[in-house]
């Protein structure tokens, strides 16, 4: 590829990082974890931050501390208990397997059609529908690194008295009405994947939450349900985040600022050199970090075409909606608006790397097709 679609980062800084922390921290619990977090909760603007092994891990792990799993140790105070939890299909499989995985049932949702979000009249047309004694909980996802509509998510939130778990894990720094996601629910969940806006060299995730109890819980959910050294209390895994990784982490989260800045350059040279606007929109009320810069267009195979023709990398997030991958098909569902959307987008390459003139090159190729 000319210009491929990711390309994985790895500076002597972040070499450095991950060589002091071997040789002179534990490798796992070592001080780069703590430091880690305190970093990225101080980052994200919340009191707490909980590192874990991935995205997925955090989901899962805060769906545990918030009580909304099946558990059936009788100690455990469960406020809320598993039911239905509501997350959007446009999204990675993980924001409605952790729902599973956890005993509950998800609740997919659709999109609109301008930004690929969770579509809210969706989620009260479903409600209608539904036993909402059972409805414990919602998982909006800021998708592409784009905030979601959060204020209807918490006044539906509200009104259902549930707990919001923000699916953050591409949005790394974005922001709603002048705040970091991840800190406007109750628990905020993010990855670092190596294409993520910021990883950690391999797999990982964080949580991030103003509870203290919430962040205790996690803290033991993933070390084993430990209480004390020989004493554990409730059901865990080991989903802890490696030393090395975190040490690696506070190298990403240094330079993440700078790197959002360059992707919100690259969106705007996108913006003004394509024949027509066809990038999906920010958030009104926020700022996006840009994971994706993803057009929509009815011509959509053709320009993935003509940039695959010319060495040029581009992907579909996503190419099947939640709700049409074979382990949720028997939940037979039609969300039309996702099934649509997931046919008309592209994401271009939107790594801070891109040199202008690179961009300017993918922008002539699109052009070929919607000029
Ligand atoms: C929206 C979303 N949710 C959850 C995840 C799961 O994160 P991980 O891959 O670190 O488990 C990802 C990452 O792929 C994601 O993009």
């Known amino acids: 590829m000319k210009i491929p679609f990711f390309i994985q980062e790895f ?21 780069s974890v703590t430091k880690f977090e305190e970093e990225f909760a101080q980052y994200t603007g919340t009191k707490y931050a909980a590192s874990v092994s991935s995205g997925n891990g955090a989901l899962q792990i805060s769906l545990m501390a918030l009580g909304l799993n099946w558990d059936n140790t009788e100690n455990e105070n469960h406020s809320r208990r598993p039911g ?14 952790c729902i599973r995985m956890s005993s509950s049932f998800p609740l997919l949702v659709d999109v609109n059609m301008d930004d690929g979000g969770i579509d809210l ?41 549930i707990p919001i778990i923000e ?5 790394h720094g974005a922001e ?17 994947y190596p294409t993520k806006n910021m ?19 996690i803290k033991s959910i993933r070390d084993n349900g430990r209480k004390t050294k020989n004493e554990f209390d409730k059901l865990g895994f080991t989903m802890r985040l490696n030393t090395v990784n975190a040490a690696i982490g506070r190298v990403q989260l240094k330079h993440l600022d700078e790197k959002t800045t360059r992707r919100r350059e690259i ?42 023709d010319n060495e040029i990398g581009s992907a579909i997030y996503y190419e099947t909606p939640i709700h049409q991958q074979p382990i949720y098909k028997s939940y037979n569902n039609p969300l039309p608006n996702s099934e649509k959307f997931s046919k008309l987008i592209l994401s271009l390459p939107s790594y801070p790397q891109l ?17």
Request: with cysteine; aromatic share 6%; charged share 30%.
């Open 355 to 371: 040199t202008n003139d690179q961009v300017l090159k993918i922008c002539e190729h699109v052009n070929k097709i919607i000029s």
């Open 84 to 97: 239905t939890i509501i997350t959007p299909t446009n999204s990675f499989i993980a924001s409605a397997n």
């Open 199 to 217: 990883t950690v060299g391999g797999d990982g995730g964080m949580t991030t939450t103003d509870n203290e109890e919430t962040v205790l819980k």
């Open 121 to 161: 009249s969706d989620i009260k047309n479903k409600k209608n529908k539904m036993d909402l004694e059972k409805l414990s909980g919602i998982i909006p996802v800021h998708i592409y690194g784009n905030p979601c509509d959060f204020d209807s998510v918490k006044s539906f939130a509200e009104e259902e008295d």
């Open 11 to 31: 500076t002597d800084e972040m070499e450095e990082a991950a060589i002091h922390a071997l040789r002179n921290e534990s490798f796992v619990g070592g001080e």
């Open 176 to 192: 709603y009405k002048g705040k970091k996601v991840g800190s406007l629910g109750d628990v905020g969940c993010f990855s670092f």
């Open 267 to 308: 969106v705007s040279i996108y913006r003004k050199n394509l024949a027509q606007d066809c990038i999906l929109p920010e958030n009104k009320d926020g700022k996006s970090v840009y994971h994706q810069i993803v057009v929509k267009h009815e011509k959509r195979d053709e320009i993935r075409k003509e940039l695959t």
């Open 167 to 171: 699916d953050a894990c591409q949005a």
